[in-house]
């Protein structure tokens, strides 16, 4: 028997960050038309290392951007926990054998990459990406998107994936509020990989074939570092209690030497690579999650908020990036089970019904994480592998649509 032909909808997605160009991508593949709307005029070069485990990578890999990823990622290794202040082992853990056990990698990568290779896969397959749209409201019902320059783009569905200070949500919840503040900031520098080069104990850390995530945990604090890029940089964050981002602020760039000084008493391997910062480019980030939301679909059930914009979490989580990427491959899945336009917010509802949960678990082992690796006598620890090993398209094939 031939399988049901897909209707062509009209999917507008607001944003073009991780979630939303993974979803646009995803949407895109079904058959749909896909118009991606973003504020910013042009892309920048933003973020630093993120780790992107086995559930996201299956499903970067299923967009076949595979060997694309493997050129700039390196594959997760190993991840030791050290004391502080001696630098005495306190946890390891071999991800060795991960794509065997989960069938798919964990990857480390910058994020930079990994956005110019999803926008260059959104372009390739047919989504149209309108620059300099800023979206100001939406009308429910149409639905559709009034820009800051007056036009007006209509869909059949719209998907807001706007990030975690979202002008969407707030027009959602009726009116815009911050999102969560921890009370933390992250500081994030990358290396290059030159200033490595004639110290043995800092080569070393920069081998790829020999991958080691190292996590310092101290009371109250945490630093991780790992080579990304091929070993191109090495990738430095740490997390304390924010200083210059406890206001209205969000990213401040500070002297590489109030960095340095935050942690030099620390393990002498890391002093020696804090030595190393650079001058310029080393930022603090506010830390924020989002509490969990009722509902993120808008009334008339056309438009639904992902990514950050939804569940914005710490981190700690090690997961912001690819549960936005869980979220478009699901989005796709459930819009491409129903047969009319008419059922869209049925699908909305089933795709709410099978994130919300998924998502608030993962916001909370942020807050967990953070809470394990900042108690006095922490021993580090990360999340168990049952959230790598999770296939986001096969669970939403599955959830129920009430139509
Ligand atoms: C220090 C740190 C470390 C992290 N480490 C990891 C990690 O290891 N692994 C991981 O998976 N995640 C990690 N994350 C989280 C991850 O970076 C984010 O969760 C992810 O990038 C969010 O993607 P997004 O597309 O939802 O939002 P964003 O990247 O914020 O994209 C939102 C887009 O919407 C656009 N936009 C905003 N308003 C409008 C509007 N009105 N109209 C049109 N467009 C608009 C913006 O310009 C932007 O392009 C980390 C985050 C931080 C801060």
């Known amino acids: 028997m031939a399988s049901k032909p897909i209707p062509k909808f009209d999917v507008i997605v607001v944003g073009s960050g991780i979630a939303g160009l993974s979803t646009a991508i995803a949407c895109k593949a079904k058959g749909f038309n896909v118009t991606v709307l973003e504020s910013s005029p042009k892309f920048s070069s933003i973020g630093a290392g993120l780790m992107i485990s086995a559930n996201a990578t299956r499903i970067l890999m299923g967009m076949g951007l595979r060997n694309r990823l493997e050129a700039c990622g390196i594959d997760m290794k190993r991840v030791v926990f050290k004391k502080f202040d001696d630098g005495s082992v306190l946890d390891e853990r071999t991800y060795e054998g991960t794509e065997e056990n989960l069938g798919a990698p964990n990857w480390q990568i910058h994020r930079a990459d990994l956005h110019e290779a999803l926008l260059e896969k959104a372009i390739e397959s047919g989504v149209v990406i309108q620059m300099g749209a800023r979206v100001q409201k939406y009308d429910w019902d149409a639905p ?12 059949d569905v719209i998907l807001a994936a706007d990030g975690y200070r979202s002008r969407s949500r707030g027009e959602l919840l009726g009116q815009y509020t911050e999102p969560r503040f921890s ?61 210059h981002t406890t206001g209205p602020k969000f ?53 639904v908020l992902i990514g950050d914009a939804s569940h914005a979490m710490l981190p700690s989580a090690a997961q912001g990036a690819g549960m936005g990427i869980e979220d478009g491959a699901a989005i796709a899945e459930v819009l491409a089970r129903v047969e009319r336009k008419e059922q869209i917010p049925a699908a909305l509802k089933a795709f709410q019904d099978l994130r919300l949960p998924r998502c608030t678990e993962v916001v909370d082992s942020g807050r967990q994480n953070a809470k394990k690796w900042h108690q006095k006598d922490a021993k580090g620890g990360t999340v168990s592998d049952d959230m790598w090993n999770y296939d986001v398209q096969a669970e939403a094939r599955r959830v129920p649509l009430s139509i």
């Open 144 to 155: 559709s998107a009034l820009l800051e320059d007056g036009s007006v783009v209509r869909g």
């Open 183 to 243: 009370g933390n900031s992250a500081y994030r520098a990358l290396i290059h990989r030159s200033e490595f080069e004639n110290d043995p104990e800092l080569s070393q850390i920069m081998e790829i074939s020999n991958q080691t995530t190292y996590v310092w945990v101290g009371e109250g604090c945490h630093v991780l570092g790992y080579p990304i890029r091929q070993g191109e940089y090495y990738n430095l964050v740490s997390t304390q209690p924010a200083i």
């Open 251 to 303: 990213v401040v760039p500070v002297p590489p030497s109030e960095f340095h000084d935050r942690f030099a008493h620390w393990d002498p391997l890391l002093e020696n690579i804090l030595r190393h910062l650079p001058q310029e480019n080393v930022l603090e980030w506010k830390l924020c999650d989002l509490a969990p939301m009722n509902s993120w679909i808008f009334p008339r059930g056309k438009i």
